[in-house]
């Protein structure tokens, strides 16, 4: 019985220090302002800054979206609807971007001149006009057994590489080139390089071709204007420079052309073989012998065809 008042002790200390211990206050959140006062104090706050308050976006509308004219008075609302008109009716087609889709490549493959056995073959290709000419290459040199480091793609006496595109040649829906291997076009570019001097050489030390007759001495003491005309022929690799006067006669120029072409031994001049002269021929006509050149309205540099060799 002794002992009761330290039991009871004991058992109480402890909540007497859960009982003394400090807790901590809760915060209440203050009552939400109503939201014309929030923008009230946020009016006071921008004009205080000077804060200008954020614009509006403005709206967006596609170009494919036609306009709604419906708000618009009717003059208005006919000048709107023809300008959306015109801009549809202007947008570019494939064809005005430069031509079709699908172009035709002709491609004619050259044999080297030496090579009596080659073969003349032409490929016809169907490819995208802005697609490169890499695949094609790839093909052709398949086609002619050669590598593709060793083809060589011409388009107008110039090289074409794999990266150009139809579109770049201005080829419109078919267009042709050639091909061949780089032996070949090493060879042909040799000789004409080695034939332009000869050639240059055959021009200057020829007779010009109003000395031919006496009609053009004539007309050279008479001090008429020269002009200067480009000759070419199914016979000639290269075009043919000469200076002749309106009163020369078209059968002197045709002399003058067989005798700087080296083709003068294939056609004398003789009685019986009158007939067989090759003729001049300007936008499709065949000149006399004896018209003279100042009738055919030709300028200095025109070009003008042989034909009949």
């Known amino acids: 019985m002794e002992n009761t008042p330290n039991v009871s002790r004991n058992d109480t200390s402890p909540r007497k220090r859960k009982r003394d211990r400090s807790r901590?206050?809760?915060?209440?959140?203050?009552?939400?302002?109503?939201?014309?006062?929030?923008?009230?104090?946020?009016?006071?706050?921008r004009q205080a800054l000077a804060v200008a308050p954020p614009r509006a976006p403005s709206p967006i509308q596609t170009p494919d979206e036609p306009a709604d004219t419906s708000d618009l008075n009717p003059e208005l609302a006919r000048i709107a609807e023809e300008v959306r008109?015109?801009?549809?009716?202007?947008?570019?087609?494939?064809?005005?971007?430069?031509?079709?889709?699908?172009?035709?490549?002709k491609v004619r493959w050259q044999p080297h001149p030496l090579n009596t056995a080659g073969t003349k073959d032409v490929w016809n290709f169907k490819m995208k006009r802005h697609d490169t000419f890499?695949?094609?290459?790839?093909?052709?040199?398949?086609m002619a057994a050669v590598l593709v480091d060793h083809l060589v793609v011409s388009h107008d006496g110039k090289r074409l590489?794999?990266?150009?595109?139809?579109?770049?040649?201005?080829?419109?829906?078919?267009?042709?080139?050639?091909?061949?291997?780089?032996?070949t076009w090493d060879y042909v570019r040799a000789q004409r390089h080695q034939q332009?001097?000869?050639?240059?050489?055959?021009?200057?030390n020829s007779?010009?071709?109003?000395?031919?007759?006496?009609?053009?001495?004539?007309a050279e003491s008479t001090g008429?204007?020269?002009?200067?005309?480009?000759?070419?022929?199914?016979?000639?690799?290269d075009n043919i420079n000469l200076t002749v006067r309106p009163t020369t006669t078209c059968g002197a120029i045709v002399k003058a052309f067989l005798k700087?072409?080296?083709?003068?031994?294939?056609?004398?001049?003789?009685?019986?073989?009158?007939?067989?002269?090759?003729?001049?021929?300007?936008?499709?006509?065949?000149?006399?012998?004896?018209?003279?050149?100042?009738?055919?309205?030709?300028?200095?540099?025109?070009?003008v065809e042989v034909v009949g060799l």
């Not at 700087?260 to 003729?279: C, E, F, H, I, K």
């Open 24 to 45: 901590s206050e809760s915060i209440t959140p203050p009552p939400q302002l109503p939201i014309h006062q929030l923008n009230n104090a946020r009016a006071l706050v």
């Open 85 to 105: 008109r015109r801009a549809v009716a202007t947008k570019n087609t494939p064809e005005q971007g430069g031509g079709p889709e699908l172009v035709i490549i």
């Open 134 to 142: 890499r695949y094609l290459f790839e093909e052709l040199a398949d």
């Open 161 to 183: 590489f794999a990266s150009g595109t139809p579109h770049g040649l201005r080829i419109w829906a078919e267009g042709e080139l050639e091909a061949c291997d780089q032996t």
């Open 196 to 204: 332009a001097p000869m050639a240059a050489q055959s021009s200057n």
């Open 207 to 218: 007779p010009s071709p109003e000395r031919e007759s006496d009609a053009e001495s004539e």
């Open 224 to 237: 008429g204007d020269k002009i200067k005309l480009v000759l070419r022929s199914a016979a000639t690799e």
């Open 260 to 303: 700087a072409a080296g083709l003068s031994d294939r056609y004398p001049v003789s009685p019986r073989t009158a007939q067989a002269m090759p003729q001049l021929m300007v936008d499709g006509d065949k000149m006399a012998d004896d018209m003279e050149i100042g009738e055919a309205d030709l300028d200095d540099g025109d070009l």
